[in-house]
């Protein structure tokens, strides 16, 4: 099967075994300003590189994207990082490549993979959730994964956890994501080091200068026992474990695995959100495990081959 992944810089083909091995890689920059017609034209010959490998065609072919899509007709509603808005990309690529073409968001394609093939492999009730710049979520319910009405169900990030609270980049104020999304903790640092500039020395050392401080400042910065960053890393764990039991109350999963760019700079955080749920959700849902996320950067790749393979994808 073959697999790929377009995100807004690059696009990475992979011909996918069953059992979610990549068995050959083919990647190509991107250049967003290039049009979906560049794009495509990229993403085609990613995939042609792949496809001269493989020793017969692959039935179908499952495309993760970086975007709102419409699985059931193949269409790439909004993907702002490549300023695309209704692209059939679906039948865009099968007039080049031939075969049937499933088009996926990309977190949700990962968190197929990961319940399919990695951390969720074997359980009914699984929600993934994922930190990173934003923070999303995919539910698996009895055996299904979970879309919507409109394909965009998951998204955790942007319930409210502070009435009133911070500016969230969606419409909302005081979203989980305007307190532990990487864009938020960033923000929520460089206004630490403005109210306390002693106390924000190191970050600003490392960064260079106080608009240049990131979420990975904060997490090396704390590896190294700096107090701010220790505060800022503790205040998101807090803040994190808020939106956990909200999370396990709403979906009732057995198992919550965590994945995503900030999971790595958290050493401590999976006791905090573990011991949150056993303390404070519904004593029903209070035993859902928590995981770490086991499948990496390719994820998506992977996931998206498995869906276009899979008879229980969303349709
Ligand atoms: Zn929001």
Known sequence: MLGIDLGATKVVSGLVAP???????????????????????????????????????????????????????????????????DVPLARRIAAELGGTVYVVNDARAAAFAEWRLGAGKGVDDVFC??????????????????????????????????????????????????????????????????????????????AGRVEAITAQTVFLAHRTGDALAGRLVRDTERYLADGVVGIVNAFNPSLLIVGGGLVAGMPTFLPVIESAIRARCQPSAAGARVVRARLGEDAALVGAAEMARAPARPR
């Open 129 to 206: 959730l994922t930190l990173g710049t934003g923070v999303g979520g995919s539910a698996v319910v009895g055996g299904r994964l979970l879309e919507g009405g409109t394909h965009a169900l998951g998204e955790v990030g942007h319930m409210t956890i502070v009435v009133g609270g911070r500016r969230c980049h969606c419409p909302n104020w005081g979203c989980l994501e305007a307190y532990v999304g990487g864009w938020a903790i960033a923000e929520r640092a460089q206004e630490a080091v403005r109210l306390d500039a002693a106390a924000g020395t190191a970050l600003v050392q490392r």
């Open 19 to 85: 059992d979610g091995t990549i068995v050959h890689h083919s990647g190509r920059h991107l250049h967003a300003n290039d049009g979906p017609g560049g794009v495509i034209r990229s993403l085609v010959r990613s995939a042609r590189a792949c496809l001269d490998e493989a020793a017969a065609p692959p039935k179908a072919i499952g495309v993760a994207v970086a975007a709102q899509v419409d699985p059931r007709t193949g269409t790439v509603v909004h993907a702002p990082n490549l300023g695309w808005r």
